[in-house]
């Protein structure tokens, strides 16, 4: 079987080694929320059946502190990296079993990785060749396993939301509620199970599918009303671009002002005296709160669905149980000044944001010695964050297992973009629910957390 330089790279290498750099996943490419091919309605691969070790969590921050707490911190080290789907031709090669394949690969390799490290170390006694098995075993350990690398649950989310036309997400008795938006069948499956051992967007009781459903429906059909709004921000910016230059050409055009008396004898101080007036005019003072407004509405349409999604996963999946025991592993920021992720205070704000509930998930880690014999250590589950920029909605992931683990901006999807409301929402939507999946996973294995039993009183009005 061909080898490859990481999980996102379909290219042959003779030499994993030569292609260490790609492991770091430092590229500045992402996945954008475009989807144009059509679910195929071929039967699709069995899903993988593996139990994943590290999980997710679903919990948002006070409204208020999210507005407020926004500041200037160091950058700290970001890594922004996927891959956009490749060309029609290219695409059409990597089908639903392709990925699966290739999801299974890198779990195989990393079932092997497992094995080894419970086996004793014993010196060799004998000088010979490693086997093909071993030999790419150790690479891939080397290179995917790094402070860099993906966690299994991050490439899990990225390789179905990357290609979520090509895989069944929903159940069938989902099909019903949307009537109306142009779901492909492919996209639906028939659940025979109460849990999905892959990213998919479903129900674990089933007294929460139509509030499920509806808010799955809820991010399909806000995002029209976003889309009107940044038409009118982009006309207002538009507007005010437009005044400043006629302004900019007026100035041009007349006699500078003679400088003050005072004012030092300089050429350029006198070529650029009265310019900023020139740009800047009392004028805009209404344009410019209007702009204000459109983002702010943007902002309050796009964060209220957000934050309802994931009340629906954590009363679904039981999470509410645990009360607040349970540090957040979904975090949803705003940044209302910033346009897009590739500006550096941006970085680093996502960086400071995600690095803090990482720690937080550090601190329920118990030391080796107050593992009981024969145990696994705890091991914290992947977090995830949503940055809303505008119309702009960014997904981010960080492994609180590696101290040393950067934030992996893997997904960007534009809100306001015509006929992608659709796989904008079920990308959010697998998010979520992957973070449900994974949690309720992960907490049998830290001892702490336990279900906080409500208090019966004879008192109903108690």
Known sequence: MPSYSSWFSRREVADPVADAALSTLTNKRIIHGRVTKNVSAATAASPVEVTFQEFLHAEGEDEDAMEEDESDDEALPLAMAAQAVRPSVEHNQFTHAHLLGQLDEVIRREEIRKLQNKLPSTPSTTSRSPTPTESVSSVETDLEF?????????????????????????????????????????????????????????????????????????????????????????????????????????????????????????????????????????????????????????????????????????????????????????????????????????????????????????????????????????????IFGFFIMQNILSIVTIDPSKDDAPAHIFCQLNMAEYNQQQWNALAIMLTICWARDCLLAAIPTFPQFHVIEKSDSSDPDA
């Open 146 to 382: 790094d402070g860099n690398a993906w966690h299994l649950d991050q490439i899990a989310l990225n390789e179905t939301v990357k290609a979520r036309n090509e895989f069944s997400l929903m159940p069938t008795s989902w099909q019903m509620h949307f009537r109306g938006i142009p779901f492909p069948e492919g996209l639906f499956y028939v659940k025979k199970k109460e849990t999905s051992a892959r990213p998919r967007i479903y129900q674990r009781n089933d007294k929460y599918e139509l509030q499920g459903a509806m808010t799955l429906r809820n991010l399909i059909s806000i995002q029209a009303r976003i889309r009107d709004i940044t038409t009118e921000l982009r006309r207002d910016r538009r507007l005010i671009k437009s005044r400043k230059l006629q302004r900019w050409e007026q100035y041009e055009s007349e006699p500078k002002p003679e400088p003050p008396s005072d004012h030092e004898d300089d050429d350029d101080d006198k070529d650029g005296y009265g310019a900023e007036s020139a740009q800047e005019s009392d004028e805009d003072e209404p344009l410019k709160e209007q702009v204000r407004n459109h983002i702010k509405e943007i902002v309050h349409h796009l964060r209220r669905p957000l934050k309802k999604a994931i009340e629906w996963a954590k009363e679904d999946g039981g999470i509410v149980k645990y009360g607040k025991q349970l540090p957040p592993n979904i975090g949803v920021w705003v940044y209302k000044d910033i346009d897009t992720s590739t500006d550096p205070h941006n970085e680093g704000e996502i960086s400071r944001r995600m690095c803090q509930l990482s720690a937080e998930w550090q601190k329920q880690v118990p030391n080796d010695e107050d593992v009981p014999e024969g145990k696994e250590m705890p091991t914290p589950p992947v």
